[in-house]
Structure formats: structure tokens, C-alpha cells
């Protein structure tokens, strides 16, 4: 197996089985650190820099969480319009991480372009992470994902997967690829404009994904062990920032769940949400026991801390 130490993290794609188990093994022994409310030193020598050129709450901050409870030191910026990245000199990216190299032991990175993380990982001397790229990939969070599924139902293997949203999402890219290592059966559940790509769709082929399309949730969720879901109301993921301006659509019944919708489901499955969410996800499914996305959010922070431990070679 790769070692992780000193790799930067930019994509599921090529990410094989063993090393998820690698990481999940990891998460298991630092959850109790985060689970107790306590710190340890581990990484008391190390400092992790934040560059998030889009808005983030769970991503950023789960980050910095899981590198404080490691010990370590956390610097950098939660908004490119107040760095010279954002402002009148639009820094490249090339000489924004040739600076904070310097800074710091691994950057952090969240980007409107899809790709930015992959070319500042060509100029940097320290690892980076993709927090997310543009439309591209989010690999920390489908792995966090990825972990919570195996945590809640003892394995990954065997398992019927629907995913309902926009297939142009970060997280469906990463988690299509993730799902690839698995013995899963994928069922996409999307409006038209917002289903895969043919593009997309032939990768998938190629890594030999058992998958499916579907029109309504209805078709698919009697089967269902894990409803992974992500909006169809959706900002522009190619922008710094997109703020609502007056009301925005109504997510269509066929892509909403909520606790008519699963009462059709296994008495077993299990309900995923990255948030934030709209309409797509009722509150009242909260008070169900289908609801883990809080799991989600807490094993957010742990799996954070094992990328953060493993990449910086606390780990082996």
C-alpha cells in the first residue's frame, strides 16, 4: 500500500480499497481524542494553512478542528477577497502557494476553478488537500462519508446505494469514484439538466460501476440501504461566492425525502447529507433513525484528523 506520508490529497479517483480501511483504522484510533472534547500533541510541531477561496462552515472549520485536536497550529484565510489572491493583483495560484509554503506544513485548499488544488499542488513543497475544486472533487468529505456508512452498517460491500441530486456535484464525482472499490449497487436519482455526464458516465464504465438511472425516488427506495443525497437548487459552484438574490426553486417531490418517503424504506438504511441543505431534506426526517448526517459531521472531524496525522507522518 502507498504510504500517505508527505502525499497530497486531490482526488478518489485511483484511491484504492486497502487504503480506505487504512484510514478508517486510523479514524478509529484517534475518534475517542474528538469524541472526549480532548487534545493531544501529536502534531503540537506542525502547522496546517487554510486557503479557502469559497465560502465553507463544515469543511473549513472541521479542518482546523481536527488539526487542534491533533495539537497543531492553524493559520491562513476563509475569504480570497481580503488576501491579494481576491483583491486588484489576482495573485496566481503558482505564487500564492510558493508564499504559503513558508507558512506552514500542508495547505488546505478550497477553489472555485475545478483544478486549482492539482496545480497548486505542482508548485508546492508541502501537501495539499482539495477541500473542493469548483464542480470537480471533494475527497475529504466522501471519505468522511464513506466512513460513516462503514461505521453505521459494518460494511461497504453488498450495499445498495441511492444517490439523489445534482450529479454535478464535488462530492457525486468522489463518491462515484469511491464507490468503484466497493461491491455497490449505485441507483442515480436527478433532474435531466442535472444528471451524469456521457463524459462522465464512460468513466464510470471503465471502472466497472454497477449503476443505474432512475426519474423518482419512489422507484428506488424500498432498495435502499444508504440515501446519500446532495440539493437540486443549487449556487454556481464556478463563483468565489453566489448569494441568493429573492426567492429560489422549490426542490420537486421526486427528489425530496421526507418521512412519507421513508416509510417506504428498509427499517435499516441510512440517510446522508453533507448540508447545507433546502427542501431536498425535511427537518422532521432528524427525528427518524435513518438520520446519521450529525454522525456524518462529528466523523468529519476524525476522518480530518487521520488525513492530517497520516499525511504528516504520524501515522506509518
Not at 469524541?35 to 465560502?55: E, G, H, I
Not at 472541521?62 to 497543531?72: D, K, N, V, W
Not at 462522465?200 to 446519500?228: P, R, S
Not at 448569494?243 to 435499516?268: C, F, H, I, W
Request: net charge negative.
Amino acid at each position: 500500500m502507498r504510504s500517505f506520508a508527505g502525499r497530497d490529497i486531490l482526488s478518489l479517483k485511483g484511491f484504492e480499497r486497502n487504503e480506505y480501511f487504512r484510514l478508517f483504522e486510523i479514524c478509529d484510533l484517534l475518534a475517542p481524542i474528538a469524541r472526549n472534547r480532548k487534545n493531544t500533541d501529536l502534531l503540537k510541531d506542525k502547522t496546517l494553512v487554510t486557503a479557502f477561496y469559497q465560502p465553507s462552515t463544515r469543511t473549513r472549520l472541521a479542518t482546523e478542528a481536527a488539526m487542534h485536536r491533533l495539537g497543531g497550529q492553524v493559520n491562513g484565510f476563509a475569504d480570497a477577497k481580503m488576501t491579494r489572491a481576491g483583491d486588484f493583483y489576482q495573485e496566481s495560484i503558482k505564487d500564492t502557494v510558493h508564499m504559503l509554503e513558508f507558512y506552514g506544513d500542508v495547505i488546505a485548499m478550497r477553489h472555485f476553478q475545478q483544478g486549482a488544488p492539482a496545480e497548486a499542488a505542482k508548485w508546492a513543497s508541502v501537501p495539499i488537500i482539495n477541500c473542493g475544486d469548483g464542480w470537480g472533487e471533494h475527497p475529504t468529505q466522501v471519505l468522511t462519508d464513506m466512513y460513516t456508512i462503514w461505521k453505521q452498517m459494518g460494511t461497504l460491500d453488498g450495499l445498495n446505494f441511492v444517490l439523489i441530486g445534482d450529479m454535478r456535484m464535488r462530492t457525486m464525482h468522489s463518491i462515484s469514484y469511491a464507490m468503484t472499490q466497493f461491491d455497490i449497487n449505485a441507483t442515480y436519482i436527478s433532474p435531466p439538466e442535472m444528471s451524469l455526464t456521457p463524459e462522465f458516465k464512460v468513466e464510470l464504465d471503465a471502472l466497472n460501476l454497477n449503476y443505474h438511472e432512475v426519474e423518482h425516488i419512489d422507484k428506488a427506495i424500498g432498495d435502499a440501504d444508504v440515501i446519500y443525497m446532495e440539493p437540486v437548487v443549487q449556487p454556481d459552484y464556478t463563483k468565489a461566492r453566489d448569494e441568493r438574490k429573492g426567492d429560489v426553486g422549490l426542490t420537486p417531490s421526486n427528489y425530496q425525502v421526507t418521512n412519507k418517503v421513508m416509510k417506504k424504506a428498509k427499517q435499516s438504511s441510512i440517510v446522508l447529507h453533507s448540508l447545507p441543505r433546502m427542501d431536498e431534506l425535511l427537518p422532521e426526517v432528524d427525528f427518524t433513525r435513518h438520520a446519521r448526517y450529525w454522525e456524518e459531521a462529528f466523523n468529519g472531524v476524525v476522518m480530518r484528523m487521520a488525513l492530517l496525522a497520516s499525511i504528516l507522518g504520524k501515522m506509518e
